[in-house]
């Protein structure tokens, strides 16, 4: 048996950020590029410390106990100073970089709107083949939505203070030299039906090739609640992602509305229905315009942003009363 059985390793397809095949080296977007593991965590402890030392401070008295060890208390006021000492220095300079970018793009009379971000933030999900597969990868890079467009709000601002932008001759340059890298693999969406009784899993399939819906009798016959409240959804798999080869070797010989026989897989026995197929797209210059526009604007932000940022620190006064600790 697997570890917690095949069922609750892949409830959902994981993250397609580390192929092992071609498509591994597929140009990062700036999801992967600004947001390694390491530093989102990083990024988030200190998130979640200032917003608890913003409630902290915001409500009720700074004396006010929050916990007591025998007849020890620990103060509001106590946990605060520990969660600035630990996290206020970094965050503070990040605000400050905040605001040399703001009172710069006032300055320029430059300013993001919503529907910017939103455009920008679509072109991030075709490029991990889809909002599904996006939100998947941003959850296993530790990302929440409002932390990746307020990345996004800051580059985009960036980028109009700086007057970045990117040539249609740049664009067809890096096309021409990346164009199997732009390639956008196979995909297909899946529901599954999962018994731990090969007999039943019979049964199943029995019922499928009568011409019972899939979504039917997955829901009456599946062992697993989580799967039968679903109705068998198991997410949009994409071809070469080298996540498990069990599930793909099967997924992608399926046409729309076709199903497996059953097969073992750990304990349980699956079978896999392909709900919708979306074929591979070669790369074109058109479908892939937008993609390698945000490609170079990303690496020619990444580029210039420091430089600008310390420049701005040299020449605007700034005054910080916390000590370093």
């Known amino acids: 048996m697997l570890a917690l059985g095949a069922r609750e390793r892949f409830k959902k397809p994981p993250n397609f950020s580390h192929n092992a095949d071609k498509f ?43 916990a007591e060890i025998g007849n020890e208390q620990i103060t509001k006021a106590e946990l605060a100073d520990r969660l600035i000492a630990q996290a206020g220095r970094a965050m503070l300079e990040e605000i400050i970089s905040e605001r ?68 249609d001759e740049e664009i067809q340059q890096y096309f021409d030299l990346n164009r199997p890298l732009l390639e956008i693999p196979a995909r297909v969406k899946l529901r599954r039906l999962v018994v731990t009784d090969e007999a039943k899993a019979k049964q199943a399939y029995e019922r499928l090739r009568r011409g019972e819906p899939f979504t039917r009798v997955t829901a009456e016959m599946s062992d697993f609640p989580d799967v039968r409240a679903e109705q068998g959804d198991f997410g949009t798999w994409q071809q070469y992602a080298g996540i498990d080869a069990v599930i793909e070797e099967r997924a992608f010989k399926l046409q729309k509305g076709q199903f497996t026989e059953p097969f073992a897989y750990g304990s349980e026995f699956y079978i896999l229905y392909a709900e919708e197929v979306f074929p591979a797209q070669p790369a074109t210059l058109e479908n892939a315009r937008e993609r390698i526009r945000v490609i170079l604007l990303t690496r020619k932000w990444q580029s210039a942003y420091p430089t600008w940022l310390a420049e701005q620190r040299r020449t605007v006064p700034i005054k910080i009363n916390m000590p370093e600790r």
């Open 24 to 66: 591994s080296r597929r140009e990062s977007f700036p999801l992967e590029q600004n947001a390694k593991r390491r530093q989102v965590l990083q990024i988030e402890r200190i998130l979640i410390a200032l917003s608890l030392v913003c409630f902290l401070l915001c409500r009720g008295t700074a004396q006010e106990i929050v």
């Open 100 to 167: 040399l970018l703001q009172r710069a793009a006032r300055q320029k009379g430059v300013s993001v709107l919503d529907a910017e971000v939103e455009a920008r933030l679509r072109i991030l999900q075709e490029n991990a083949g889809g909002e599904q597969l996006f939100n998947q990868r941003l959850s296993a890079l530790g990302l929440t939505p409002s932390l990746l467009r307020q990345q996004l709000r800051t580059q985009l601002l960036a980028e109009k203070v700086l007057e970045i932008s990117v040539s």
